[in-house]
């Protein structure tokens, strides 16, 4: 079922998030390659499906998704592309804190900057609303270190 979108909606995310497991922002339909659970950064393999990305390795990434929910191997779901998340048990995080891929744990988020020679080091969000509220907008330039 399509849902087309009217201007303000297009452009008015809600911030301030009243409950737990929620989203408000830009979310695509896609495939995953691998099992995936709530709030997993996912990067887009050569296959066309979203795997867990983690910072590493080059081979797994740029992140370019969320996932907004539970989301089994090869089944179709639901992926935030830009914009807020609320979890209130995965995401502890200190207000203003700047969020990156993990490099240690597949599909995660940290707080710390990956620092180890040929780890990418990827912001991919900001903790500005609440400590268990992020603001979801991963660039795509990324910076290995050496």
């Known amino acids: 079922m399509s849902k087309f979108l009217n201007a303000k909606e297009l452009t008015s995310l809600i911030a301030n998030l009243p409950h737990d497991q929620s989203w408000s922002g830009i979310t695509a339909i896609l495939q995953a390659g691998e099992n995936l659970t709530i709030t997993q950064l996912c990067y887009v393999k050569n296959d066309g499906k979203m795997w867990k990305a983690k910072a590493d390795a080059a081979a797994t990434m740029p992140c370019i998704a969320m996932a907004t929910g539970t989301i089994a191997v090869d089944a179709w779901g639901e992926f935030l592309l830009l914009g807020f998340f ?61």
């Open 86 to 146: 609320r979890e209130d048990t995965i995401l502890t995080f200190t207000l203003g804190d700047m969020l990156y891929v993990s490099d240690t744990v597949a599909g995660a988020f940290d707080n710390v900057l990956p620092a180890d020679a040929g780890e990418q080091v990827q912001v991919i969000g900001k903790c500005l609303v609440g400590v268990h509220i992020v603001y979801f907008n991963p660039s795509l330039e990324l910076v290995e270190i050496s």
